[in-house]
């Protein structure tokens, strides 16, 4: 099946030329790039957090396939998901699913499933595609959804993934996780507690992160992606990550009394 776009024309713009101009806007491609194993980024509307996921987009060197990680919003479908139908349509045109990979990854990782329910009318990994299109034209992706999973289980999913990532080592492979920070709490509230996060993020450490997400009950919805990416990423040798960009919501529309928090992550 071909993915039709559940959020354009609300998260960002479902006319292509408006669209392409907005990303021209965003994405400040860098003189040196770099080449990233994992990069986590934001995926409110591109009003809001289109700043700092265009500059992590700006900041790499394209990839051939991303392996998209993001929440599950919607509550449809399985619990850890890799779509696997043909494609994700965006205005920019249809992205094709790196299938051979998805069956590779799913013979890994004996929990995650196969599945379209728990994608159809999520934005988490939609919003990314857009991004991912802009910098490569070319792109293919694997899309992966996940509801509540325990710490355990998030670093099997990142060594799985790390696994079928070194299996293909002729394939250029970047892992998207796809989160937002704190949600709906005082600007200054959200930037103490979002670079706590942040820290434990930067020390690549998933376990430490997990744990602080639970233990101060942070409210970033894509807790879960973040850990899967950090250890997916270290799995394949990272050793360092970059702080590209942090703002809320109330750096946008100047009302800081309740903001979300975004931030971009580069892991390499």
């Known amino acids: 099946m071909k993915r ?42 591109y009003m809001y957090s289109g700043w700092v996921a265009g500059k992590v987009y700006g900041s790499i060197v394209p990839p051939e396939i991303a392996i998209i990680i993001g929440p599950n919003h919607t509550g449809l479908g399985e619990r850890a998901s890799v779509f696997n139908g043909d494609s994700f349509i965006t205005p920019l045109g249809e992205v094709l699913v790196e299938k051979e990979l998805v069956e590779a990854l799913v013979k890994e990782v004996p929990f995650l499933s196969k599945d379209v329910m728990a994608h159809l009318h999520e934005h988490s990994i939609e919003v990314q595609v857009p ?13 992966i959804c996940l509801s509540e999973m325990n710490l355990e289980e998030n670093m099997s999913l990142g060594k ?10 002729d394939k250029d492979i970047l892992i998207v996780g796809s989160s937002d920070f704190s949600h709906y709490v005082p600007h200054e509230t959200a930037k103490e507690k979002d670079m706590m996060a942040i820290k434990k993020i930067l020390e690549l ?4 992160f997990f744990k ?33 960009e942090y703002m809320t919501s109330g750096d946008v529309i100047k009302d800081y009394s ?11």
Request: proline letters at 6%.
């Open 4 to 45: 039709e776009p559940a959020v354009a024309g609300y998260f960002y713009s479902n006319n292509p030329q408006e669209l392409k101009f907005h990303l021209s806007t965003l994405v400040v491609f860098r003189e040196n790039r770099i080449k990233a194993k994992g990069v986590i980024v934001p995926h409110a509307g």
């Open 131 to 143: 991004f991912l299109q802009y910098i490569n034209p070319q792109i293919k992706i694997i899309p």
């Open 160 to 169: 799985g993934i790390a696994e079928v990532v070194k299996k293909h080592p």
């Open 205 to 208: 450490s998933e376990e430490d």
């Open 212 to 244: 602080l997400v639970l233990e101060e009950r942070l409210s970033i919805c894509g807790y879960n992606p973040i850990a899967v990416t950090i250890s997916a990423c270290k799995n394949l040798g990272a050793e360092k990550a970059e702080l590209i």
């Open 258 to 268: 309740s903001v979300v928090g975004y931030a971009g992550i580069i892991i390499y």
